[in-house]
């Protein structure tokens, strides 16, 4: 069924606390991403990971963490969130040997507020 | 500094009427240039990509070209249909593996009315 799928799909979370968003796919996509997308901006890498426990640093990983422990979930964690990460995060995944006829595949994000 | 320029911001035309969007970049390596359909509170959804010189693709109404000398992509949207209202992004890849990273523009928000 091809498909990303991001729960919750909208939080709102007061300053200092701790936010969970969780992603799952069912395509055994060895590559998992979570992006966050802000208004005027381009979509901008948090993390990556290349499969379980194999996790890089993305262009703005500060203030974020993740962990991946079965190939088909990825989760991104903000320990005390800050009132600057509210935004829409997007979770994204392709296969490794993504050559340029892969492509990603994106869930429908998760829209954070932080008060 | 921004590596890939999309323009115009905004758009709006009438159903029926033809679009062009741009984009202009200064990613290197350009292995390959992938346009993503961005409806309204939804993720992105490929169009179509490109990958060599002079390439030209066309998936129904949407056609696209590229000209790596030029780096610069264009999207055409022929005979628009309220559905096509949406913001398209399009999407450089420095390589034509996971390992390689992807430069996003900020879209072109396109809306099409009766």
């Known amino acids: 069924d091809m498909k990303v799928t991001q729960m919750p799909r909208y939080l709102i979370k007061r300053m200092g606390e701790n936010v969970l968003l969780e992603c799952g796919q069912d395509m055994s996509h060895e590559t998992m991403y979570w992006y966050r997308q802000d208004p005027g901006l381009g979509l901008q890498l948090i993390y990556i990971s290349y499969d379980v426990d194999s996790n890089s640093e993305g262009d703005i990983p500060k203030g974020y963490r993740v962990s991946r422990k079965k190939r088909e979930h990825f989760s991104l964690i903000l320990d005390s969130a800050k009132t600057n990460q509210t935004s829409v995060y997007f979770c994204?995944?392709?296969?490794?040997?993504?050559?340029?006829?892969?492509?990603?595949?994106f869930g429908e994000g998760s829209r954070l507020i932080v008060v | 500094k921004t590596q890939v320029e999309q323009s115009p911001q905004s758009l709006v035309v009438r159903q029926g009427e033809n679009c062009v969007l741009q984009?202009?970049?200064?990613?290197?390596?350009?292995?390959?240039l992938r346009w993503f359909k961005q409806d309204t509170g939804k993720g992105l959804v490929s169009l179509t990509v490109l990958v060599h010189e002079n390439d030209k693709t066309s998936n129904g109404r949407y056609s696209a070209t590229l000209d790596k000398d030029a780096k610069h992509s264009t999207l055409h949207i022929t005979a628009t249909l309220l559905d096509d209202t949406a913001t398209y992004i399009c999407?450089?890849?420095?390589?034509?593996?996971?390992?390689?990273?992807?430069?996003f523009g900020a879209g072109t928000q396109l809306i099409v009315i009766p």
């Open positions: 994204a995944s392709s296969f490794r040997d993504r050559d340029s006829g892969n492509t990603l595949y």
């Open positions: 999407v450089v890849g420095d390589r034509g593996s996971a390992l390689g990273r992807l430069h």
């Open positions: 984009c202009n970049y200064s990613v290197t390596p350009d292995n390959h």
